[in-house]
């Protein structure tokens, strides 16, 4: 692979961040430790291919629940739009305490899975961005 060395990285810190942003990610390695060093722009685009999904589900009262598929998340509200911003609250909300304790959560086998559509919504930052892009299916009550 094609590995930059830490020390070289380090010393050519600004020249690397212009590269990084403007041209290519990096692979750089520190003793035994490998890294990628990319752009947001990048890592949106590396993310591209996950989608969050949600079973819908029209209650008795008229509301409208959703359940996520890919974390176990679920929202009611009185209409799809309220509900999905909702949704995509608790999203963000999650994914932002999923990476303050990165270490114990990314470890947790139950958890694990989770990490690409935590930084998806990470990047996103916008909870009615990610509502709006929730791919709804009919579940059955």
């Known amino acids: 692979m094609l590995m930059e060395q830490a020390t ?3 010393k050519q810190w600004s020249a690397v961040c212009d590269s990084v942003i403007h041209e290519k990610p990096k ?3 520190r003793t035994r430790d490998k890294m990628w060093f990319s752009s ?3 890592m949106a685009d590396i993310l591209d291919g996950y989608h969050f999904t949600a079973e819908k589900y029209v209650e008795d009262d008229g509301s409208i629940t959703l359940s996520l598929n890919e974390i176990d998340l679920v929202e009611n509200g009185k209409e799809e739009a309220v ?3 909702a949704l995509g609250k608790s999203i963000l909300e999650y994914a932002t305490d ?19 559509y935590v930084f998806k919504a990470l990047i996103m930052d ?3 961005q990610i509502g709006d892009c929730i791919i709804c299916q009919n579940g059955k009550n």
């Open 98 to 116: 999923y990476y303050r304790e990165y270490e114990r959560y990314s470890h947790s086998p139950n958890r694990k899975g989770h990490i690409p």
């Open 126 to 128: 916008d909870p009615q």
């Open 40 to 42: 947001l722009d990048t």
């Open 8 to 10: 070289e990285v380090r």
């Open 83 to 85: 509900t999905r911003l």
């Open 27 to 29: 692979f750089i390695k």
